[in-house]
C-alpha cells in the first residue's frame, strides 16, 4: 500500500508524479528542483542558493510526513556540472549532520528548466 504526501511549503508536481510517496517503511521524495514554492522561481542563480532550496523543498515533504532529515537514508544528487561539486557539498554538509545518508552524485546534459542542480531522497520512517 502506498501513499502520497503533499505539502504547499514546497514545489507542486509538475507532471504525472506524487512530491514523495510514503510505503513499506520508507518515504520516497521525488527529485527536487531548487524552486521556491512562495515564488515559483529559482532561489538564486548559483549552485549554492539552489542546493540550499533543494534541501529545504526536501525538508518540507519530509516535515509533512512527519520526519526529519535524520531519517534520510540514501540521496541522488544531479548536478548540471561537476564543477559545482564541493559548492554543492558544503551547502548539503548543513543539512546532514551524525551518520549521513548514502549518496550518489552524478553529472546530467541538463535539468529541468535550467537548474543547476536536482536532488531525490529517501528516508526511513
Known amino acids: 500500500m502506498k501513499e502520497a504526501i503533499h505539502t504547499a ?6 507532471g504525472p508524479y506524487s512530491q514523495a510517496i510514503r510505503a513499506n517503511g520508507f518515504v520516497f521524495v521525488s527529485g527536487q528542483l531548487p ?28 516535515a ?9 537514508v540514501k540521496t541522488t544528487v544531479f548536478l548540471q556540472n561537476m564543477g559545482d561539486f564541493a559548492a554543492m557539498n558544503e551547502v ?17 546534459a541538463a535539468l529541468p528548466k535550467g537548474a543547476l542542480v536536482e536532488i531525490e531522497a529517501i528516508a526511513a520512517v
Do not use: H, K, W
Open 9 to 14: 511549503q514546497a514545489p507542486a508536481a509538475i
Open 35 to 62: 524552486v521556491d514554492p512562495a515564488t515559483g522561481s529559482f532561489a538564486g542563480a548559483d549552485v549554492t542558493a539552489q542546493t540550499r532550496q533543494s534541501l529545504q523543498n526536501i525538508q518540507s515533504i519530509l
Open 64 to 72: 509533512e510526513a512527519g520526519l526529519g532529515m535524520d531519517a534520510v
Open 92 to 108: 548539503y554538509a548543513a543539512f546532514f549532520t551524525g551518520a549521513c545518508p548514502a549518496r550518489a552524485a552524478v553529472q546530467v
